[in-house]
Protein backbone atom coordinates (compact mmCIF):
# COMPACT_ATOMS: atom_id res chain seq x y z
CA UNK A 1 0.00 0.00 0.00
CA UNK A 2 1.31 3.31 -0.87
CA UNK A 3 1.28 5.81 1.66
CA UNK A 4 2.48 9.26 2.04
CA UNK A 5 2.82 10.85 5.55
CA UNK A 6 2.94 14.83 6.25
CA UNK A 7 4.13 15.99 9.06
CA UNK A 8 5.64 19.36 10.15
CA UNK A 9 2.70 21.62 10.48
CA UNK A 10 2.39 24.04 13.24
CA UNK A 11 0.91 27.87 15.13
CA UNK A 12 3.91 30.17 13.70
CA UNK A 13 3.89 33.71 14.03
CA UNK A 14 4.70 36.23 10.40
CA UNK A 15 8.10 36.09 10.04
CA UNK A 16 8.82 32.57 11.53
CA UNK A 17 10.25 29.47 9.67
CA UNK A 18 8.71 26.21 9.46
CA UNK A 19 9.81 22.48 7.88
CA UNK A 20 7.35 20.14 6.95
CA UNK A 21 8.08 16.87 5.36
CA UNK A 22 6.66 13.88 3.56
CA UNK A 23 7.75 10.44 4.12
CA UNK A 24 6.49 8.35 1.64
CA UNK A 25 6.42 4.22 1.75
CA UNK A 26 5.04 1.33 -0.56
CA UNK A 27 6.99 2.09 -4.22
CA UNK A 28 9.82 4.46 -4.60
CA UNK A 29 8.79 7.73 -6.33
CA UNK A 30 12.85 8.75 -6.51
CA UNK A 31 11.67 9.12 -10.91
CA UNK A 32 9.16 10.62 -9.93
CA UNK A 33 7.27 13.98 -9.71
CA UNK A 34 6.93 15.23 -6.35
CA UNK A 35 5.38 18.37 -4.89
CA UNK A 36 3.35 20.68 -2.29
CA UNK A 37 -0.22 21.77 -2.51
CA UNK A 38 -1.94 23.61 -0.05
CA UNK A 39 -5.45 24.55 0.36
CA UNK A 40 -6.91 27.61 2.53
CA UNK A 41 -10.21 27.22 3.93
CA UNK A 42 -13.14 27.95 0.96
CA UNK A 43 -10.49 27.64 -1.47
CA UNK A 44 -9.47 25.64 -3.75
CA UNK A 45 -6.52 23.24 -3.89
CA UNK A 46 -3.38 25.33 -5.04
CA UNK A 47 0.30 24.64 -6.41
CA UNK A 48 2.87 25.51 -4.11
CA UNK A 49 6.25 23.44 -5.26
CA UNK A 50 7.41 20.74 -7.09
CA UNK A 51 10.50 18.71 -7.53
CA UNK A 52 10.79 16.88 -10.91
CA UNK A 53 13.48 14.18 -11.46
CA UNK A 54 16.21 15.36 -13.96
CA UNK A 55 18.32 12.01 -14.00
CA UNK A 56 20.26 10.24 -11.14
CA UNK A 57 19.07 11.71 -7.89
CA UNK A 58 19.22 15.11 -9.34
CA UNK A 59 15.71 17.01 -9.31
CA UNK A 60 14.74 20.48 -10.61
CA UNK A 61 12.35 22.58 -8.53
CA UNK A 62 9.38 24.90 -9.92
CA UNK A 63 7.69 27.08 -7.56
CA UNK A 64 4.56 29.05 -7.55
CA UNK A 65 5.28 32.60 -7.53
CA UNK A 66 3.79 33.98 -4.15
CA UNK A 67 6.43 31.83 -2.61
CA UNK A 68 9.71 32.35 -4.82
CA UNK A 69 12.49 32.64 -2.93
CA UNK A 70 10.75 31.95 1.17
CA UNK A 71 10.16 28.35 0.32
CA UNK A 72 12.89 25.79 -0.60
CA UNK A 73 11.41 22.14 -1.27
CA UNK A 74 13.93 19.00 -1.37
CA UNK A 75 14.47 15.09 -1.01
CA UNK A 76 16.69 13.11 0.93
CA UNK A 77 19.17 11.50 -1.01
CA UNK A 78 17.46 8.29 -1.96
CA UNK A 79 14.77 10.47 -3.56
CA UNK A 80 11.57 9.50 -1.40
CA UNK A 81 11.31 11.93 1.68
CA UNK A 82 9.99 15.36 0.58
CA UNK A 83 10.77 18.45 2.38
CA UNK A 84 9.85 22.17 2.30
CA UNK A 85 11.46 24.63 3.97
CA UNK A 86 9.37 27.60 4.72
CA UNK A 87 10.82 31.02 5.91
CA UNK A 88 9.35 35.07 6.52
CA UNK A 89 6.02 33.00 6.88
CA UNK A 90 2.69 35.49 6.31
CA UNK A 91 -0.80 35.27 7.52
CA UNK A 92 -1.77 34.08 3.73
CA UNK A 93 0.54 31.08 3.53
CA UNK A 94 -2.37 29.50 6.11
CA UNK A 95 -3.33 26.51 4.64
CA UNK A 96 -3.18 22.97 4.95
CA UNK A 97 -0.06 21.40 3.38
CA UNK A 98 -0.46 18.39 1.17
CA UNK A 99 2.16 15.99 -0.80
CA UNK A 100 1.63 14.76 -3.90
CA UNK A 101 3.70 12.50 -6.11
CA UNK A 102 3.71 10.68 -9.14
CA UNK A 103 2.48 13.17 -11.60
CA UNK A 104 1.10 12.11 -15.16
CA UNK A 105 1.77 15.87 -16.83
CA UNK A 106 0.96 18.75 -15.40
CA UNK A 107 2.53 18.95 -12.53
CA UNK A 108 1.11 22.17 -11.39
CA UNK A 109 -2.40 20.69 -12.11
CA UNK A 110 -3.87 18.91 -8.33
CA UNK A 111 -5.86 16.34 -10.76
CA UNK A 112 -2.56 15.03 -12.45
CA UNK A 113 -1.30 13.38 -9.40
CA UNK A 114 -1.58 9.63 -8.26
CA UNK A 115 -0.73 9.83 -4.68
CA UNK A 116 -1.67 12.28 -1.47
CA UNK A 117 -0.79 12.31 1.72
CA UNK A 118 -3.83 13.25 4.05
CA UNK A 119 -2.18 17.32 5.11
CA UNK A 120 -0.73 19.00 7.52
CA UNK A 121 -2.34 22.65 9.20
CA UNK A 122 0.18 25.19 8.89
CA UNK A 123 -1.34 28.52 10.46
CA UNK A 124 0.40 31.77 10.65
CA UNK A 125 -0.79 34.43 12.87
CA UNK A 126 -0.39 37.94 12.59
Known amino acids: QVRLIESGGALVQTGDSLSLSCATS????????MAWFRQGPGEEREFVAASTWISGYRYSPTYTKSVQGRFTISRDSAGNTLSLQMRSLKPEDTAVYYCAASARSDFMRAPDYAYWGQGTQVTVSS
Open 26 to 33: GRTFSTST
